[in-house]
């Protein structure tokens, strides 16, 4: 099966609460569902300038969750534009797919 995820850039905030604010989060999406999220710290730049990471919701056989139905995954891997962590996430959709809830893997069922 083929898993392929889009993408939605997050609007910039306007105002005073924009100010300080850094580039804005892309949504991941499943079939047109918010599952994850490739954010940025700017405060957090690695000394390689890479501060771009990406996280999704699901479950992480690793810590279950005992008193929280959902839990933040993130991944190691940090990137030095938004476009390469993209590309990061479909060449690994598989192994993304495999950590999400399971409501979120029938979507591709139906």
Request: aromatic share 12%; hydrophobic share 35%; glycine share 10%.
């Amino acid at each position: 099966m083929k898993i392929k995820f889009t993408f939605k850039k997050q609007s910039r905030s306007t105002g005073l609460a924009g100010i300080g604010e850094g580039s804005p989060n892309t949504d991941i999406k499943l079939c047109g569902v918010e599952i994850g999220m490739i954010f940025i710290n700017d405060g957090a730049f690695n000394s390689d300038g890479k501060g771009w990471g990406v996280r999704v919701e699901g479950n992480n056989p690793n810590y279950p969750q005992e008193n929280c139905p959902w839990k933040w995954v993130q991944f190691k891997p940090r990137f030095a534009t938004e476009p390469e962590a993209r590309q990061w996430v479909q060449a690994h959709a598989e192994g993304i797919f495999d950590i999400l809830f399971e409501e979120y893997k029938t979507l591709v069922q139906k």
